[in-house]
Nanobody, 126 residues
């Protein structure tokens, strides 16, 4: 099991930027596919972005494609989500998650992920 802690959330105006970090402990992150999900009030948790173990492959939800970038630094045991051109509809709690299972491509399915962080609030004002 890997422990995950998100940071970098906050309040930002529409059009602004934030960078979320997800720091891992307990295991080396290089053994995991990593994903970011988000959950807005009253809505189900949804996929945002995912990245392969060495960062060669990424996947994005259509709603964030071109605005968000997922990356990782395995030497620092950390995964990042750079969020640009933020919109009010991006307001949510953002969670990072780790998938230890062998795959060809990073999963966009919530239930494929084994370990989760506690979440970071992102609020975008209009």
């Amino acid at each position: 099991q890997v422990q995950l802690v998100e940071s970098g959330g906050g309040l930002v105006q529409a059009g602004g930027s934030l960078r979320l970090s997800c720091a891992a402990s307990g295991r080396m992150l290089s053994g995991y596919f990593m994903g970011w999900f988000r959950q807005a009030p009253g809505k189900e948790r949804e996929f945002v972005a995912a990245i392969s173990r060495r960062g060669a492959m990424t996947r994005y939800a259509d709603s964030v494609k071109g605005r968000f970038t997922i990356s990782r630094d395995n030497a620092k045991n950390t995964v990042y989500l750079q969020m640009n051109s933020l919109k009010p509809e991006d307001t949510a709690v953002y969670y990072c998650a780790a998938d230890s299972n062998a795959k060809v491509v990073p999963s966009i399915t919530l239930h494929d992920y084994d370990d989760w962080g506690q979440g970071a609030q992102v609020t975008v004002s209009s």
